[in-house]
């Protein structure tokens, strides 16, 4: 384990935009005992050695949730990290694909650590600026060796940056006619109450329940995800939308932590806590996480709003902008709200597939 956690260190030396993750969250994360995620799924990681040096690792998942869900048997790879060598790209692969036939499954698609709900997908275009928070980095020569092993794109993910500027006057009257119109109150996320955690999960699991690659979160996940969460939260950025009384929204934006993490080399001690706490502090950027609106309530201009007031947040806490990631290729309504909003596309993730 220890080598496994460790190879990104050799695969990213001296690379000025990669931010190293803190091991101690990765060993949490695969700590069955204690993430509610592997209830419902199983998992294989792989390490590719020769000659003593570790070459690549990869890590292979079934996640039963997702089957009964989307009603198809496809297994997904993650934690993928190699040397620029097509060959042993190949070898990772060849070791993931048959740990998912042996599980039955029909296909195989990644990389996803280890679904929607992790960290997924792969760089492909803006390797000039490190990652937002909880969003990959890789080297570019990564889509080389995936595409040498037979996988094919299957969906691309677009992470935009808007700059802290004025937004444009039409965006602002339609949030504010929006709110008029439709009896819309916008509140923050409460950080001690057990209801509102309720109702985002609510939400969560109801507005995105159609989208590509959704997978419902279980109570318990939610809350391990949610107790990871908080304690980078600024609840100023999570916010529950209304329409008429009834709840029909969240948009939850977070401070970009890896502004400090940049800085600490994947370890809180001995002084990476002291690092953590300075740099915090100038974080002035962040990353627009999540946005669901119930359906029946998409058309009531309540994604205005939370951009709006989200905006409005930023610019009086200092911030001198935001990524807003991820969004799917092919979801035209928030693309087309983005592109009003003045925001641009900086990166492009991409997700892979193959027929096993």
């Known amino acids: 384990m220890r080598r496994f956690l460790q190879l990104p260190w050799q695969i990213y030396r001296g690379n000025p935009h990669w931010v190293p993750p803190l091991l101690l969250q990765q060993k949490r994360f695969f700590d069955r005992r204690r993430n509610p995620f592997f209830e419902h799924a199983d998992s294989v990681l792989f390490l590719l050695e020769k000659g003593g040096t570790t070459l690549g690792r990869i890590g292979a998942c ?21 040397v620029d060598d097509d060959a042993a790209a190949a070898e990772l692969l060849a070791a993931a ?4 036939r042996e599980q039955g499954m029909e296909g195989i698609r990644g990389p996803m650590s280890f679904t929607t709900n992790h960290e997924c997908a792969l760089l492909v275009e803006g390797f000039d600026s490190p990652p937002a928070v909880m969003m990959p980095y890789n080297p570019p020569y990564y889509a080389r060796l995936l595409e040498s092993c037979g996988l094919a794109k299957a969906k691309d993910l677009l992470a ?9 006057e039409k965006f602002i009257r339609v949030a504010q006619a929006a709110i008029e119109r439709e009896s819309i109150a916008i509140r923050c996320f409460d950080p001690a109450s057990d209801h509102d955690r309720a109702v985002i999960r609510d939400i969560y699991n109801a507005a995105w329940s159609e989208n590509w690659g959704f997978i419902p979160l279980t109570e318990k996940e939610f809350n391990h995800m949610a107790a990871d969460m908080e304690q980078i939260l600024d609840p100023d950025f999570l916010l529950i939308g209304k329409v008429r009384g009834e709840p029909a929204g969240f948009s939850l934006m977070l401070p970009d932590l890896n502004q400090a993490l940049i800085h600490l080399n994947g370890r809180l001690f001995p002084f990476g806590l002291f690092k953590l706490l300075w740099y915090k502090r100038r974080i002035n950027r962040g990353r627009l996480l999540l946005m669901a609106v119930k359906k029946e309530h998409r058309l009531t201009g309540l994604d205005a709003v939370f951009y709006w007031k989200t905006f409005q947040t930023g610019l009086r806490k200092g911030y001198v902008g935001a990524e807003l990631s991820w969004v799917l290729e092919d979801n035209l309504m928030m693309n087309r709200i983005l592109q009003r909003m003045g925001a641009q596309v900086v990166k492009r993730y991409r997700i892979y597939e193959k027929r096993l």
């Open 62 to 82: 079934v996640d039963q949730n997702h089957i009964s869900f989307h009603k198809e048997k496809v297994g997904f790879f993650g934690f993928f990290e190699c």
């Open 160 to 168: 935009y940056w808007l700059t802290a500027a004025p937004l444009p």
């Open 97 to 100: 694909s048959a740990f998912l």
